[in-house]
Structures are given as C-alpha cells and as structure tokens.
C-alpha cells in the first residue's frame, strides 16, 4: 500500500512535489474507499488530471524509474540519468530524489533514493508514521554503507565497487550482504507488488496469464458483463496443432512464428499482432498445441459467434491488458499505476470500470492518470481527496489534491474543473485568423 511519494528534480518537476493516499476523514461520502482498519487510513484509488504536457505521465514515470532501479541490474547504467533530470533552468541540478513510504506485509517502510550520472545514494527506513523515530534498515553512499544488519563490511563495500549504480536492495537479493527480513520484504514489494501500466502496455503472455489462472479468466468476464461490451463470454480454444494447421490459410505459418516472436519462460511461443496475443504454440500433453482467445460476441436478433482477438477493437483490447491489473489490486495487494487509463476507452465504459473497481472489495490500491472528467461526480464515484492535479509553471510541475480546496459535498467538481476554478485544464490562446 502506497502512503506517500516524494519526486524531485525528475522530468518536468523541479521542485520537490509530494503525492499521497491519506484521505479527508472528515468527508463521510463514500467510506468504503477507505482502507480504515490500519494504523494509517489509506484510499484505495486515486485519479490524476492535467492538460496534456502538464507532467501527469512524468509521475507514473517517475514510479517506473524507482521500481527499474530496485529490480533491474545496471538499469543507470542503460540510460543517460542526466536525460531525466529537469532542463528548463539554469540552477545546476546534480541528481534526482526520489522517497516512497509504503505499507508491505505487516511493516511501513521508507525508502529514498538519490541518483546522479556517477554517484548513487540510498536510504531505507521503518517508517515510525511521524508518531516515533524512523528506525535505519541501510544507507549506502556510493560503495559506504551503514547499516546494524552488516555480516561484512568489506564483502558489502566490494558488491557496491564493482556495482556503483546498481541498487543494494537488488544486489542483496542476489548476493545477501544484510542480515535482516524487513529488507527482503521491500526488495518483494518492488519486484511483486507494485505494477506499472504505461499507454503502449502490452502482455505478451496474456493467452497464458489467462490460461494458467482461471480466476483471472472468471474475473475478465465478470468485468465485461458489468460494463456492457458486446461480449457475452471470453474464453481459450486449445486445439492440437495438426487439427489447427488443416484449417489454417497457411499451414506454415506457426512453424515461422517460433522464429519471430517471444517465447516464454516455458517454452511458450507468442504470436504478436498490432499488440495483440494472437495466439500462442505450447506443448500440453506432450502435443504441439495452439492456444487463441476466442470471444463469443452478440449479433443480429440474438445471433452470437465466437470472434478472434484479431477482430476486436483497439478499445476492447486495452480493456484487456487492464482487466489483470485490476485483479492484483482488487485480490493479490498490489499497488497498480496506470497511465491514461481511459486512452481508446469511451468515457462511459471508463466510468463503469472504475466504479467496478470502487464498488467491490479490494486489498490493493489503483492510481491512474485520465482526461475522463465524468469520474469527478462526486456523488456517483470519485471522493475530492481521490483526486489529484496537474500543471505547469514556468515549465516545472505543480501537484497538488483537489482536496486542498473547499469544496460543498453537493457541489459539481466537472463543471468546476472544466470552468477552470482549480487549474490544471489547457490554456487555450484566442484565434489569430488565417494564416
């Protein structure tokens, strides 16, 4: 569970802009978005709002860079960190600041990063929740670290000398250092609880995903019968792959998949399409087999057919690669970041999605960035402290709660934020006439 994230000096902001999940609990509305029974109340969902290039996407990129540098190896060492820093000033910026606190199996914890194009700083916390004293898990300064849980200093500092940019929560993951579970605990929740969707997410493994775990399968479809789609039922055909080549157009053409596609962990072969999982060629039984997705759409006069994945639109397939992600943070506890989730969905079906998610329970948290002002009806759907804006000023990013205002309980926010009394809506120049 996210408590609070602190950016600085990253992309287009500037100064440091602090975002949190602590609700107003003053307001009575909607209670249940309300996680109460912990030692701090948290909201489950949060929306982000801005004109375009106002720095909403730069936040959810900003939780990306932190995740990619707790779990993959030499991810600095892959970029130009000075690329992220904040251009449009002449202060000399040196790193970036990046401080999450979260709540993860049974702990609160903060940890901070610091990273510039050679040095890389980090620090890691029991959160004492400002009620006691934070309590130091590690801080590491370069190949420097501090730290009670130390089995060997010299073995810690050599780790880091021959890994200068790589995080030591990674590298104690592979090569203990630190004698202490609370560490492992945040190194598990950066690699298995928090998720990250960006506009041009993917999953390669989708056929898989949904194979492997037939709740997630029952989930998809209880989603799309609740938004109204057309889809009566979305299922998986396993056919053996002498059956399916008879009928294929070219019965060749899984042979030249294998060479072209993304293979998986188990030996899975995908066949990708305009972002789509076309179908995928595994061994079941000890038989070559293909897997597609099939969706058993209405027709005419009740008429239904079972439809391929290539037939359906590009709306319906991004409500597929958010569909799992809605899952892990209404069932397995994470914490699932989404960029535009509205992005090819009509605002209506964004609206139900989100009410889906709002309406049942959950033991995770869902933040996403939308242009859909129709969730701003806080009577229907999204409290003031769920919502959060975005703009710009002199090119850095102000973030700041629509909580920060007065608002009436009966009062329309959408026409207020569309009106402009809160900021972060475009500013739009008069006509200069023909050019």
């Known amino acids: 569970m996210l408590l609070r994230f602190k950016i600085k000096n990253f992309l287009s902001f500037c100064e440091e802009t602090v975002f949190d999940m602590f609700p107003n609990t003053k307001r009575e509305k909607f209670t249940s978005h309300i996680y ?3 030692e701090v109340p948290l909201l489950k969902q949060a929306a982000v709002y801005g004109a375009n290039g106002s720095g909403k996407s730069n936040f959810i990129k900003a939780m990306s860079f932190l995740r990619e540098f707790v779990t993959r190896e030499n991810f600095l060492e892959s970029i130009d960190v000075h690329d992220y820093f904040f251009q449009l000033t002449n202060k000399k910026l040196s790193v970036i600041s990046l401080e999450i606190e979260f709540f993860h ?3 609160y914890y903060i940890y901070g990063v610091e990273a510039g194009k050679k040095n890389v700083s980090e620090k890691l916390m029991i959160s004492g929740l400002g009620k006691s004293e934070d309590k130091l898990l590690f ?9 009670p849980y130390l089995q060997n ?11 200068p940019q790589s995080s030591l929560l990674f590298l104690n993951s592979r090569f203990p250092v630190l004698s202490n579970e609370d560490v492992k605990k945040v190194y598990a929740w950066f690699s298995k609880y928090l998720e990250i969707i960006s506009i041009n997410s993917e999953i390669p493994a989708l056929i898989s995903l949904l194979y492997g775990n037939p709740e997630l399968l029952r989930f998809a479809n209880k989603v799309f019968d609740c938004i109204g789609i057309g889809i009566k039922s979305m299922g998986i055909s396993s056919v053996p792959f002498e059956e399916w080549a008879v009928g294929a157009k070219n019965a060749n053409e899984l042979e030249q998949i294998v060479g072209m596609n993304r293979g998986q962990s188990d030996g899975t072969v995908s066949q990708l399409k305009n972002k789509r999982n076309i179908l995928n060629v595994t061994i079941q039984n000890g038989l070559k087999t293909v897997q597609e997705l099939l969706f058993d759409q209405l027709g005419q006069s009740g008429y239904s057919k079972k439809m391929k994945i290539s037939a ?3 709306g319906t397939v ?6 799992p992600a809605l899952y892990f943070a209404m069932h397995e506890r994470k914490v699932v970041l989404i960029d535009e989730i509205d992005n090819s969905i009509h605002p209506n079906l964004t609206f139900e999605l989100i009410r889906f998610y709002a309406d049942n329970e959950s033991n995770g948290q869902l933040i996403f960035t939308t242009h859909t002002t129709k969730l701003m009806n806080q009577q229907e759907l999204l409290r003031p402290d769920e919502i959060w804006l975005t703009e710009k000023s002199e090119g850095s990013t102000k973030m700041f709660s629509l909580n920060d205002f007065r608002l009436h ?5 959408e026409n207020g934020y ?6 972060a809506v475009p500013v739009i120049e008069p006509s200069m006439g023909d050019v």
């Open 36 to 38: 109460a029974n912990m």
């Open 312 to 314: 359906q639109s590009d």
């Open 153 to 163: 200093e010299d073995s810690a500092k050599q780790l880091l000398s021959m890994n």
């Open 418 to 423: 569309l009106d402009g009394r809160y900021g």
């Open 409 to 413: 309980n009966t009062l329309n926010i």
């Open 105 to 107: 199996a049974g702990g």
């Open 139 to 147: 801080e590491r300064k370069g190949n420097k670290i501090k730290s």
């Open 318 to 323: 991004r409500l597929l690669t958010l569909v």
